[in-house]
């Protein structure tokens, strides 16, 4: 099955400084979700992007949908320090099975 | 949060030996997942259920099987354990009305 790439891999930054991370897949898609994952902690839900829409907010967040490239990056803005946790990106495959990328790892420095 | 849950949290076991680890939601929704998490290779989808006694396979199924007698457990079932499967199991189930996953806590099983 398909999965969702993320780039980078791994980011670390300062605190109050924008991230920025991109997923990419392979094939059509009903939608695209962003999930974080604290460490020892189960994934939560951060946002929704359907594929005929080309961005969204949610607080900090500011995701993009570009399906011509077959991709999506989300923005976190001002980052905190709580803001430190993995990000996947899952591509929702029309089949209601949800793929997920292989994480970005993100560090917030104080 | 409330809602989905998984038990056990932590298992230790020997090769060769069963295994069942069981997901438990109180939101009455339709579909469920099981997903294992390894270092590398991000969250892969083991088997999902999109009903009570409805059962699929995802793309690492071998090894396992899955059971839904009731719409708010589903189960997982390593027949006979191997090292290779030692991971973090997540469970998992769907909205119905947007599509989004909530997760429980993660099983975290050492096979030795």
């Known amino acids: 099955s398909q999965q969702g790439e993320e780039d980078p891999q791994a980011l670390s930054i300062q605190e109050g400084e924008n991230a920025t991370m991109n997923c990419s897949y392979k094939?059509?898609?009903?939608?695209l979700q962003w999930y974080r994952q604290n460490s020892g902690r189960g994934l939560v839900h951060l946002i929704l992007i359907r594929s005929n829409e080309r961005e969204k907010h949610s607080g900090r967040l500011r995701v993009t949908l570009d399906t011509s490239k077959k991709s999506s990056s989300l923005l976190i803005t001002a980052s905190r320090a709580a803001d430190t946790a993995s990000y996947f990106c899952a591509t929702d495959e029309r089949n209601n099975r949800l793929a997920f990328g292989k994480g970005n790892q993100v560090v917030v420095i104080p | 949060d409330a809602g989905i849950t998984q038990s056990p949290r932590h298992k230790v076991t020997e090769t060769g030996t069963p295994v069942t680890l069981r997901c438990h939601q109180t939101?009455?929704?339709?579909?469920m997942y099981w997903y294992r998490q390894d270092p590398g290779h991000g969250l892969r989808l083991i088997h999902y259920s999109y009903g009570v006694k409805d059962t699929d396979k995802g793309e690492v199924s071998d090894g396992y099987s899955v059971s839904r007698s009731k719409t708010e457990d589903f189960l997982l079932t390593l027949e006979s354990a191997t090292s290779s499967q030692t991971s973090v199991y997540f469970c998992a189930m769907r909205q119905d009305s947007t599509g989004e996953l909530f997760f429980g806590e993660g099983s975290r099983l050492t096979v030795l």
């Open positions: 094939t059509s898609i009903n939608n």
């Open positions: 939101e009455n929704h339709r579909y």
